[in-house]
C-alpha cells in the first residue's frame, strides 16, 4: 500500500460537488482500486456527518429580534447620497450590540429561520446546481431524444442502477433527454423535461446513503425544487418553472410507477 496517491486531492473537490460527470465517474473508478483514496472518503465522509450531528442551539427570542431589527437597519436605502452616513452608523450600533452575544449565537439564529436541515439544504443546494450547470450551452442532455426506449437504455453501464424513464409529452412534459450528473457523492440519472419554455431536471438515484428525511417541495436561489421516493428511487425535480406545474409532474410520475 502507498503512503500517497495523486487523485487524493480530487477527493474534496468531490465532496464540494466541483468535479463534472465524467471526472467523478473515472474518480468512482478508480478508487474502487485504490485503498488511499477509499480510506481518505471514509475519512472525509466521517468528518461531514459529524459537523451534521452537532447540535445548534436556538438563540434566545431577544436576540432573533435584535437581529431582525439590526438587518433591517442596514438595509440599503435609495437615496445613496445622505443616507450613507447612516447606513454606516447604524451598522456600528448593530454590531455593537449583538457582540456580546458572539458570532455562534448570530448564526444560529439565521439557521433557526431556515426550513431545512443542514444536511438537507446541502443536498437541495447539490440539486438546483446541478440544474444551473445544465442550463450552460452543451450541458443539458448526454443523449438527446423523444424516446425513452431510446434514453433508458443509455444509461445501461454508466450507472450502477437502472432509472425507470417516462416520456409525458400528452400531458404537456415532453421528455428531452439524458445524461450522467453526480449528486450527494454518486452518479445520478438525470432526465430533462421541458414544459412550454421551462426546462425541468428530475434527478434520479437509488434510496440509501444520502437519502433525506423529508418529502416535498421548497423553493432555493429562484429555483422549485420537489422530492419524492417511490420503488426504491430518490426524485428530485428542479425548475424556474411555476411550483403547482413541478408538483403536476410529481403527480404523473407516482401515477406511473
Known amino acids: 500500500m502507498v503512503d500517497q496517491c495523486e487523485m487524493i486531492l480530487l477527493m474534496q473537490a468531490e465532496f464540494d460537488g466541483e468535479l463534472d460527470a465524467a471526472q467523478a465517474a473515472d474518480l468512482q473508478t478508480h478508487r474502487a482500486q485504490c485503498p488511499v483514496c477509499r480510506a481518505a472518503e471514509l475519512a472525509l465522509t466521517r468528518a461531514r456527518e459529524l459537523m451534521h450531528e452537532v447540535p445548534y442551539p436556538l438563540a434566545p427570542d431577544a436576540v432573533r429580534e435584535r437581529v431582525l431589527a439590526g438587518l433591517a437597519a442596514v438595509r440599503p436605502k435609495p437615496d445613496l447620497g445622505p443616507a450613507v452616513p447612516r447606513f454606516l452608523s447604524s451598522f456600528r450600533s448593530w454590531r455593537q450590540s449583538t457582540m456580546g452575544f458572539g458570532l455562534g449565537a ?107 428525511h423529508f418529502s416535498g417541495g421548497t423553493a432555493i436561489q429562484g429555483y422549485n425544487v420537489t422530492h419524492w421516493m417511490a420503488n426504491g428511487m430518490n426524485f428530485w425535480a428542479v425548475s424556474d418553472v411555476e411550483r403547482s406545474q413541478l408538483d403536476r409532474l410529481a403527480v404523473l410520475w407516482r401515477d406511473s410507477l
Do not use: M
Not at 156 to 165: E, I, N, Q, S, Y
Not at 173 to 200: E, S
Open 106 to 212: 448570530v448564526c444560529a439564529t439565521v439557521l433557526a429561520l431556515l426550513v431545512l436541515s443542514p444536511g438537507e439544504q446541502s443536498l437541495t443546494e447539490q440539486v438546483v446546481a446541478g440544474h444551473v450547470r445544465a442550463l450552460q450551452p452543451g450541458h443539458l442532455e448526454d443523449v438527446a431524444s423523444t424516446d425513452q426506449h431510446t434514453v433508458k437504455p443509455w444509461f445501461d453501464g454508466r450507472l450502477d442502477f437502472a432509472p425507470p424513464v417516462k416520456d409525458f409529452a400528452s400531458a404537456g412534459f415532453p421528455l428531452k433527454g439524458g445524461r450522467l450528473d453526480y449528486i450527494g457523492g454518486r452518479a445520478v440519472a438525470a432526465l430533462i423535461y421541458q414544459h412550454d419554455k421551462h426546462v425541468i431536471n428530475l434527478f434520479v438515484w437509488p434510496v440509501g446513503g444520502v437519502t433525506p
